[in-house]
């Protein structure tokens, strides 16, 4: 369990401001007349001792309150030039920004939950005890701000008045860091009061990147604190590390479903778009991936768009499942975006008009940015994430240079895109009727298959593998990622998996509203079918027809066949929907291809996951008793068909089943 305001709070215990009229003294001290007059509106004593323990810690030579005016994000972006934090470049409206090359992706090594004692921290996680945190912290971010200007904002981590939404403040000495908040979260300095006391909580984020220097990186850390809802991040620029209301406060949300609402409420690595179905209907979809994996092409090509990256679910008293996007922006993979599978977006990245902060991409000779699969015509030369760049180039390790870092990220608000749904703005959320499991699975599951219940959705989730990404500073290989959400599990995974099992097994869910929970596979290769090419088999627009046959199976529109890993289409169904929606053709020897059961590949999966919970404390049974029926059932196809089964043998089986 976890146990909230347990142990000292670091900051207050470093910067030693213990009351309300002691931090307005402090204020009145240190801030100019502007700046006292904005933090005298804020009234609630935790956030105001936060902000000066803060200052007293840090040490800064001036404080920014953060209005979210007009004028304030102007300040914020001119900061941000003027501490060579960003440059501008040709197109008005956008900036480069580069971190540095050696960190380029989440420093997982040197994140840590700061656990007290016997208090379990996930398997999957690092943790430092918090005497131990404190007197690294103190050491480490002790005048990490003298000569720099400490900037406070404070959002909303979702709409003002949803049930589901999370007060939050930054506290960065980095412009880019605040510009990139200003985009992606909703500034709400006039409401913040009323906010934290309508919902008796708030996150605190405190983040420093020190002198900017490669030497100082093997001394970044990113501390999260659990009993104290508040982050630490030293030393460090690359947003994911820095930006810590992004991954940092969803670490804390997740902790909240988990420990506080368990079986009511979910904090997901999800994205949430709508797909239009017949007569003109809209059912929601929420999806998990782990970065880099598909996540916002997949919530481009629904036709209303409200999110890309996280959601937060509940249960609302009709019986629904609802979610909101704790964001309003977008921090996006630009590899491989390009006119054929992201028109959308890509009409905002090469069109004035919206604001983008780009990372990590190259800039070539006329100021335009580059990047790996835009499918245009790539440049000679140009200044990239390593420094100058110019065709041929290779690294220390004689591997050629690529254009852009596989990492390479554009930030730009939601309300741009032509698919923009308003309803990302609503504080009762969008009612979400399917629930979407992927990863880089490049030889064994079929493009879609649906749960023929909740329990076995929640093991579809459970079971996701991925190819690492260049989102972690040092991933190779491939391996699990529970939900794509494992990074951000703070607590045992028994407890989050629980919560997982409670919350989509919950009877309040009324049976209209009951969930279709589906894995999804856009990674198969040509290769792990039959062929020579490690090429993907199938196209990246053909999720348009995996998500419109996921919708019309939320009504029963479609046949399905019944297989031990779940529900399949049918030919007959995907062949029309090919032609209807992609205007392609699909014939049914592709199509035996990619929906076949490779039977050798699913159980050795199975038996990853088996083995690799069977380590982990307290893991719910459900999970064994799914995975072993379903292994049962595949080894039985696999006695009389042999290692790969056709859709046509499985409804052949089936048939003599019901016979």
Same mark, same amino acid.
């Given at each position: ?82 501490? &060579? ?69 404070? #959002? ?10 999370? *007060?939050? +403040? ?77 991954? %940092? ?30 007569? %003109? ?25 409200? %999110? ?54 190259? =800039?070539?000779?006329? %100021? ?15 200044? /990239? ?6 065709? &041929?180039?290779?690294?220390?390790? &004689?591997? *050629? ?51 023929? /219940?909740?329990? #076995? ?14 989102? $972690? ?15 951000? =599990? ?48 199938? $196209? ?18 479609? &046949? ?7 529900? +399949? ?91």
């Amino acid at each position: 369990m976890l146990t909230k305001k347990k142990g000292i709070d670091i900051v207050q215990e470093i910067g030693g401001v213990k009351t309300y009229e002691s931090a307005l003294k402090l204020f009145e001290k240190r801030l100019d007349s502007e700046n006292f007059s904005r933090i005298s509106t804020i009234k609630h004593e935790g956030v105001l001792l936060k902000i000066a323990n803060s200052i007293v810690m840090c040490q800064p030579d001036s404080i920014f309150i953060n209005a979210g005016t007009e004028a304030d994000r102007q300040y914020i972006r001119d900061l941000a030039i003027k501490n &060579g934090e960003e440059a501008k470049l040709p197109m008005k409206g956008h900036t480069i920004h580069y971190d540095l090359k050696e960190e380029q992706g989440r420093i997982t090594d040197r994140t840590y939950y700061i656990a007290n004692e016997g208090e379990e921290i996930s398997s999957l996680a690092n943790k430092t005890l918090r005497d131990e945190a404190l007197k690294d912290i103190r050491d480490k971010m002790t005048g990490i701000m003298r000569g720099k200007v400490m900037i406070t904002g404070f #959002y909303m981590r979702g709409p003002v008045g949803s049930p589901m939404s999370n *007060p939050a +403040i930054e506290i960065t000495s980095s412009a880019y860091v605040a510009h990139s908040a200003e985009i992606l979260y909703r500034n709400a300095f006039f409401s913040f009061d009323n906010e934290v006391k309508r919902l008796g909580h708030f996150y605190a984020n405190i983040h420093s990147q020190g002198k900017n220097r490669a030497e100082d990186l093997p001394n970044a850390r990113v501390y999260m604190d659990r009993s104290y809802q508040t982050t630490y991040s030293i030393n460090c620029t690359y947003a994911g590390n820095t930006l810590l209301l992004k991954k %940092g406060n969803h670490r804390f949300s997740v902790d909240k479903a988990v420990y506080e609402n368990r079986g009511g409420e979910l904090s997901e690595h999800m994205f949430i778009t709508g797909i239009e179905g017949s007569g %003109g209907r809209v059912s929601w979809f929420a999806g998990a991936a782990p970065s880099g994996c598909g996540k916002t092409t997949t919530a481009m090509a629904g036709h209303y768009f409200i %999110g890309d990256d996280l959601a937060q679910l509940w249960i609302d008293e009709k019986g629904a499942i609802r979610s909101i996007n704790p964001e309003c922006g977008i921090f996006g993979i630009v590899e491989d975006v390009n006119m054929e599978g992201d028109p959308k977006l890509m009409v905002l990245l090469r069109n004035e008009g919206t604001e983008v902060i780009w990372s990590n991409v190259l =800039i070539d000779e006329n %100021g335009v940015p580059h990047w790996t699969g835009n499918g245009e015509e790539p440049p000679v030369k140009g200044f /990239n994430f390593q420094g100058p760049w110019e065709k &041929g180039i290779i690294d220390k390790n &004689g591997k *050629p240079v690529p254009i852009s870092h596989p990492n390479a990220r554009a930030t730009l608000t939601s309300k741009a895109l032509a698919n923009y749904s308003p309803k990302n703005e609503d504080p009762e959320g969008v009612i979400t009727r399917v629930f979407t499991y992927s990863g880089r699975d490049s030889d064994t599951m079929p493009p879609v298959r649906v749960a023929k /219940n909740s329990d #076995y959705g929640v093991v579809i989730g459970a079971s996701i593998v991925s190819a690492a990404t260049a989102t $972690e500073v040092g991933a190779t290989g491939v391996k699990r990622a529970p939900w794509a959400n494992a990074p951000f =599990i703070p607590g045992s995974l028994a407890d989050y998996m629980d919560a997982q099992f409670l919350f989509f097994g919950n009877k309040k869910i009324a049976g209209e509203h009951k969930p279709v929970m589906a894995g999804l596979n856009y990674f198969l290769t040509e290769k792990a079918r039959g062929g020579t090419s490690n090429k993907l088999l199938g $196209e990246k627009r053909d999720v348009k027809v995996w998500l419109a046959w996921l919708e019309r199976r939320v009504y029963n529109e479609v &046949g399905v066949i019944e297989t031990p890993i779940g529900e +399949i289409p049918r030919y007959e169904d995907l062949k029309e929907m090919f032609r209807e929606i992609i205007k392609k053709d699909y014939p049914e020897s592709f199509y035996v291809k990619q929906f076949s059961l490779y039977v050798d590949n699913i159980i050795a999966m199975i038996d990853l996951q088996i083995n690799a919970y069977g380590k982990e404390k307290n893991i719910p049974g459900k999970l064994f008793e799914v995975l072993n029926e379903q292994r049962g059932g595949l080894q039985n196809l696999k006695q009389i068909f042999g290692p790969v089964v056709t859709p046509a043998d499985i409804l052949k089986h089936n048939t003599s089943l019901t016979a």
